[in-house]
Nanobody, 120 residues
């Protein structure tokens, strides 16, 4: 049983920063998706197991940075210059033996989600 544990969501103002973290053990490519009310779940960012390869949605490029710390089995999503349209439930995702591309398409595992709300 693969268990993904997210942390770090919350309420911030536009322009603020927030960091999400996800813990999972195993050789996973990992990433983040998000889902706003009334919208489909969408890909945000992903990173390879080695950390050498990343993938970002156009909407977050230059503002969000994904990184991982395999010694701690964690993946972080640093979100800067947040906008109200970034408000959503953010889900950690993992793909066993996959790549940032496969995480962006169809990850194998999902976390329960953490709420991020950006006020204007």
């Amino acid at each position: 049983q693969v268990r993904l544990v997210e942390s770090g969501g919350g309420l911030v103002q536009a322009g603020d920063s927030l960091k999400l973290s996800c813990r999972a053990s195993g050789r996973f490519a990992m990433g983040w998706w998000r889902q706003a009310p009334g919208k489909e779940r969408e890909f945000v960012a992903a990173i390879s197991f080695s950390g050498d390869d990343t993938n970002y949605a156009d909407s977050v490029k230059g503002r969000f940075t994904i990184s991982r710390h395999n010694d701690k089995n964690t993946v972080d999503l640093q979100m800067n210059s947040l906008k109200p349209e970034d408000s959503a439930v953010y889900y950690c995702a993992a793909d066993l033996g996959g790549t940032p591309t496969t995480v962006a398409v169809a990850p194998d595992y999902w976390g329960p989600g953490t709420q991020v709300t950006v006020s204007s």
